[in-house]
């Protein structure tokens, strides 16, 4: 294995492109993609902490490697931090982001408090020990959906301070302010103090 050579335990591209384009040359992040490992990772604890140890320990284990996994949930105020660790399956298995989004504007309604955060878990299993890093990014669930970019709830998520929803930034921009962009700064400040 290449010195700087880290795997990110994830099959979603947007996210290693997120990633990749952070983390600039300091290291070299390779996914499962790349190892063509296609089968979907086991996520079935009830906490974004579990899920991201949960995936890592199986990756790290299955291919001896250092290597790093990502769990992040949408946290709703006025729906009691609904959909959460559920947030990829909010409208039921298999449906799709478009039906996630549907169901979260239908459970908010007329509802006026609007406000929601990202929450992102890192777990790094680096030389045999294990490591957590976390991301918040707050803002508001809009009533209609805006933008084209990324994915998940993106079209209907307007970070604090900004005017457009994070499917109509710059990638760029929503890594730098984004949740999971946030405990990707942390994983590499703490790498880079390794
Ligand atoms: P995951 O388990 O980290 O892939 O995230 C669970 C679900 O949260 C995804 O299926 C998306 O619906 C949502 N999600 C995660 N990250 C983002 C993001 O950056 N923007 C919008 N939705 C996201």
Known sequence: ??????????????????????INGTYEVKSLIDLAYTEELEETQETLEGNALQK???????????????DTGLEVEALGGAPGVYSARYAGEGKSFEDNMDKLL???GTETNRKARFRTVIALILNGKEYTFEGICEGNIINAKRGSQGFGYDP????????KTFAQMDIDLKAKIGHRGKAVAKLIDFLKAY
């Not at 890592?56 to 990502?70: G, I, L």
């Not at 209907?156 to 005017?163: L, S």
Request: glycine share 2%.
């Open 56 to 70: 890592v320990r199986f990756v790290a284990n299955k291919f001896k490697t250092n290597c790093f996994a990502d």
């Open 1 to 22: 294995m290449l010195k700087n050579e880290l795997i990110f335990a994830t099959q979603n591209q947007h996210k290693v492109q997120e990633i990749a384009a952070q």
């Open 156 to 163: 209907v998520f307007q970070p604090i301070g900004y005017e």
């Open 106 to 108: 239908q459970e908010l």
